[in-house]
């Protein structure tokens, strides 16, 4: 198995403007994704930067359709909870 190859450099999404030191330390800052292709195909990958650090997550197709449901169903409850 070879490495990783054709990274395409990921877009930048802000997602939170408050001043450093301000707010909780995990809530992300920054939200990049883009793809790269090892010898099995591609995989997507979604960066969140927060006070604390980067956090790089590799997601295959299955992956990232787990992950868009529980986002959707974060959403779903926030918008109860501020309801």
């Known amino acids: 198995m070879g490495g990783l190859r054709d990274c395409h450099p990921p877009?930048?999404?802000q997602v939170n403007d408050e001043p450093q030191g301000k707010g909780?330390?995990?809530v992300p800052t920054e939200i990049h994704?883009?793809?790269?292709?090892?010898?099995?195909?591609h995989i997507g990958i979604l960066s969140i930067l927060?006070?604390?650090g980067l956090l790089d997550?590799?997601?295959d197709r299955q992956a990232a359709?787990?992950?868009?449901?529980?986002?959707?169903?974060i959403r779903s409850?926030?918008?109860m909870a501020q309801a």
Do not use: N, Q
């Open 77 to 79: 409850k926030l918008e």
């Open 11 to 13: 877009p930048l999404t």
């Open 33 to 41: 994704v883009g793809t790269v292709k090892d010898d099995e195909g």
């Open 65 to 73: 359709e787990a992950i868009f449901t529980a986002i959707e169903t």
């Open 57 to 59: 997550i590799a997601l």
């Open 24 to 26: 909780s330390a995990f």
């Open 50 to 52: 927060t006070r604390e």
